[in-house]
């Protein structure tokens, strides 16, 4: 049973910057593809970015040329560095994990418990 954490989120301006991780527990991250997903107030959760099992990402049109997905596979840790952030960003942030799949995924296996991003002034 996969273990994902969240960290990162927080109060944060327009037009500003985050970095949220998630940290894995698992022997190896390599066989798992894997997933940013966001819930706002009110809204169904969707998907934000995925990085697959060879690194390939894919990232929805409302946050493509802002958000940049990555792993560390060797810390079993996925990344998800949020720029130029707007108030429509607002939502509790998800990590999710597949077992080897490509992106964006169909399916998720595990999900983290979700941090907190606010997008405010």
């Known amino acids: 049973q996969l273990q994902l954490v969240e960290s990162g989120g927080g109060l944060v301006q327009p037009g500003g910057s985050l970095r949220l991780s998630c940290a894995v527990s698992?022997?190896?991250?390599?066989?798992?593809?894997m997933s940013w997903f966001r819930q706002a107030p009110g809204k169904e959760r969707e998907g934000v970015a995925c990085?697959?099992?060879?690194?390939?990402?894919n990232y929805a049109d409302s946050v493509k040329g802002r958000f940049t997905i990555s792993r560390d596979n060797a810390k079993n840790t996925v990344y998800l560095q949020m720029n130029s952030l707007k108030p429509e960003d607002t939502a509790v942030y998800y990590c999710?994990?597949?077992?080897?799949?490509?992106?964006?995924?169909?399916?998720?296996?595990?999900w983290g418990k979700g941090t907190l991003v606010t997008v405010s002034s």
């Open positions: 999710a994990a597949t077992r080897g799949s490509g992106c964006p995924v169909s399916f998720v296996h595990y």
């Open positions: 698992v022997r190896t991250l390599n066989y798992y593809s």
């Open positions: 990085i697959s099992m060879s690194g390939t990402t």
